[in-house]
């Protein structure tokens, strides 16, 4: 079902807001519990932080190819074997949050242009099938949320260790 005005006004909200909370989250957590995990196939804090930098490089290219091409085939991808494959420790934590950043407020600006009727445009996700422009919105929109209540949940699971 289509996003009505002001549900999708609320999402764009969100999602402007979404690099702030990340930052704030990452920086209640002390020095030496960022590269702690939780448990064994859980990320750290900085594992976390970096996926949100890949995540939303990638983002931003998903929307902009459901907003410009005609039934753009979304390629989905394995966020666990990128933090293994591209050594998440070993990035810089900071270059990831000025990335998320910075990218989130390029693609927050171009979305505030849009007009309504480039809204509700559709295109194929390879592990979902049908997947349109509210469906971006509505994942995109709370995911920087549910990764900076993650990165708290590791602080509290580290300070009760």
């Known amino acids: ?3 009505d005005a002001a549900t999708r006004d609320s999402c764009l909200r969100r999602y402007a ?12 957590v002390p020095a030496e519990a960022r590269a702690w995990r939780p448990a064994e196939g859980k990320w750290s ?3 976390v932080v970096v996926h949100c930098a890949d995540s939303e ?3 931003a290219i998903r929307i902009r190819l459901l907003l410009a091409e005609a039934e753009p085939l979304i390629v989905g991808y394995d966020e666990n074997a ?3 494959r ?5 990035s810089d934590p900071d270059l990831a ?4 950043e910075t990218v989130r407020a390029h693609t927050s600006a171009m979305l505030a242009r849009l007009p309504d009727e480039a809204w509700g445009r559709m295109g194929r996700h390879s592990h979902s099938g049908p997947y349109g422009t509210d469906d971006w919105l509505r994942s995109y929109g709370e995911h920087l949320e549910i990764h ?5 949940r590791n602080l509290a699971a580290w300070q009760s260790r």
């Open 82 to 84: 990128w933090a293994k």
């Open 97 to 100: 949050l000025r990335l998320v």
């Open 57 to 59: 490089t990638y983002s």
């Open 17 to 28: 807001e979404g690099a702030a909370l990340l930052r704030q989250a990452w920086e209640e």
């Open 1 to 3: 079902m289509p996003f």
């Open 148 to 152: 900076a209540a993650q990165i708290r």
């Open 45 to 47: 804090a900085h594992e």
């Open 86 to 90: 591209f050594d998440y420790h070993a």
